[in-house]
C-alpha cells in the first residue's frame, strides 16, 4: 500500500438514519478509477452523519474525488426531495 | 424447454410494471413500461408504453460532447424526468416491480450519474434492480414494437456498429467496427462542415445528403465481416479541406459508401444464419437512406427489414425497461453492491434467459 498523505473528513448530516444508509449504500459500490491515488471510506456516525474520509496522494486528486462525491450526494438528496 | 415467465407475479397480479433510467451517452431518457403476465412472444401480450421521456444534450456546432458536460446534464435533470415519467403514466411507485438502467457500454461519467438515482430510488422504493446492456436494450425494443421474431440484427449508433444474431441464448456478434462506429463517423464529419448538432449531427448530414447526387469515390473498407470507419473519415476530411466539392455531394458519398458497407455485412450475416428478416436499430437506423437501401438488399432474398422512428431507434429509457422487464421475470435480480456500470459490456456476455 502507498502512501497517501493527504486526507479530508467530511460529515453530512441526515434527516434520519435510513436516509444516512440509504446514502451510504448508493454511493459505496463505485469502485475509486485509481485506487492507487486515492481511497474513499464511509461510516455512519451519531446515526444520522454520513461520514466520508478521503485519502489521497495530493491536494488535486482529494478536491476532484469530493466534487464528484458531492455531486453525486446532490442526486441522492434530490431523491429524497422529491419522492 | 417451456420457459415460465411468471414464477415472481402475485396472485391475481395482472400486470408488470418497469422503469427504465438510460444515460449512457448524450441523451437522457426515461421510460415506464406495462406487461402482461403470460409468454411475452406471444403477440396479445405486447408492452404498452405508459411514458418515455428523453432530454438531449448537443454541444455547440463544430464540438463533440465531453463526458463530464454530459454528466452534468444528466445529474441536472435525472430526478425531475423520473417524477415527471411517473406522473405521465399515471401510476403509482408501488405498483413498480423493477427499476432497470443501462450498465454499460457507454461513457462512464454519464452512466455513473444516472446509476445513482436508480440505487437511491431502488433502496427508498424497496424495488429490485435490475441491470441492463445497452445493445441488448436496444434489440429486445426493436423485436418489441416490430414483432420480428428472429432477426439479424445491425445495431449502428454513435457509439457502436454491430452485426448480431441469436443463437443459443446469446445475441451473437457476427461483425463489427474495428475502430469507431459508424454514428461518430458521420458526427465528426458533422463537426469539420461545422454544422449543428441539433436535433442530430447525423439527421443534418442526411439532409444535406439529400441535396447531393454526385458520388465521390471514398475507400470501401469491409474487413471480412468486419469494417474500418476512421480511414475514410480521414479522407474526406482531407476532401472538404481542399474545398473542391459541394458539401451536399460530400455528405450524399460518405452515406452511400458507409451504408453499403453496412449493407454488405448485414447480407453476409443473414446468408450465415439463414434468415430473411432484418432489424436495424440505433440512432443511425432512423436514417431513412439506410433503411431504403437496406430494404433493396433484402427485396433480393425475399424478406423484410424491420425499422422503427426516432422514438425508439434513439437511446431511450422505455427500451432499458423493456429488456429489463425479461431479465426481472427471469428472476433476475442485481444487487447494489453489484451495480457497477462498465464502459465495456460486450452484447455477447449477457445470458438471454427469456428466449428458447
Known sequence: MSQLPVSLSINIPFLNNNHALIAQKSLSPDPMLKPDTVNVQYKIKNNTILNIIVNGIDDRVIRVTVNNLLENLKTIIECFETF | ?356
Not at chain 2, 451473437?172 to 442530430?200: H, M, W
Not at chain 2, 476532401?239 to 451536399?248: P, S, V
Open chain 2, 1 to 356: 424447454m417451456k420457459l415460465d415467465f411468471d414464477t415472481r407475479a402475485k396472485p391475481g397480479q395482472k400486470w408488470y410494471i418497469a422503469l427504465g433510467m438510460e444515460g449512457s451517452a448524450n441523451k437522457i431518457g426515461i421510460g415506464i413500461i406495462k406487461q402482461p403476465i403470460g409468454d411475452p412472444s406471444n403477440p396479445e401480450n405486447r408492452s404498452i408504453i405508459l411514458s418515455n421521456i428523453r432530454d438531449t444534450y448537443n454541444a455547440p456546432p463544430g464540438q463533440g460532447f465531453m463526458p463530464r458536460d454530459v454528466a452534468r446534464h444528466h445529474r441536472n435533470w435525472v430526478v425531475r424526468i423520473v417524477a415527471k415519467a411517473i406522473s405521465e403514466a399515471k401510476i403509482e411507485i408501488n405498483e413498480i416491480n423493477c427499476i432497470c438502467f443501462t450498465q454499460g457500454p457507454g461513457m462512464g461519467a454519464p452512466l455513473q450519474s444516472v446509476v445513482i438515482a436508480a440505487r437511491t430510488l431502488s433502496l427508498m422504493w424497496k424495488i429490485p434492480l435490475i441491470g441492463v446492456n445497452h445493445c441488448v436494450g436496444h434489440i429486445e425494443m426493436g423485436r418489441e414494437v416490430t414483432g420480428a421474431n428472429n432477426p439479424v440484427v445491425l445495431y449502428v449508433s454513435g457509439g457502436n456498429t454491430q452485426v448480431i444474431a441469436y443463437s443459443r441464448q446469446r445475441y451473437r456478434i457476427f461483425g463489427e467496427t474495428l475502430d469507431i462506429a459508424v454514428g461518430n463517423c458521420l458526427d465528426r464529419f458533422a463537426r469539420v462542415l461545422k454544422i449543428s448538432n441539433s436535433p442530430s449531427p447525423g439527421y443534418n448530414i442526411e439532409q444535406l445528403a439529400k441535396k447531393g447526387g454526385k458520388f465521390i469515390e471514398l475507400p470501401y473498407t469491409v474487413k471480412g465481416m468486419d469494417l474500418s470507419m476512421s480511414g475514410i473519415l480521414e479522407f474526406i476530411e482531407e476532401l472538404t479541406r481542399r474545398q473542391n466539392e459541394k458539401i451536399e455531394d460530400l455528405c450524399y458519398s460518405l452515406q452511400e459508401c458507409l451504408f453499403a458497407m453496412l449493407v454488405e455485412i448485414t447480407e453476409r450475416a443473414m446468408a450465415h444464419v439463414n434468415s430473411n428478416q432484418v432489424l436495424i436499430v440505433g440512432g443511425v437506423g432512423c436514417n431513412e437512406r439506410l433503411q431504403e437501401m437496406m430494404n433493396i438488399m433484402v427485396k433480393d432474398r425475399n424478406g423484410y427489414v424491420y425499422a422503427t422512428d426516432e422514438r425508439f431507434c434513439i437511446d431511450n429509457g422505455v427500451m432499458i425497461a423493456q429488456a429489463g422487464i425479461l431479465e426481472y421475470r427471469m428472476g433476475g435480480n442485481c444487487q447494489i453492491e453489484d451495480s457497477v456500470c462498465s464502459q465495456k459490456f460486450r452484447t455477447d456476455e449477457v445470458f438471454v434467459k427469456w428466449r428458447e
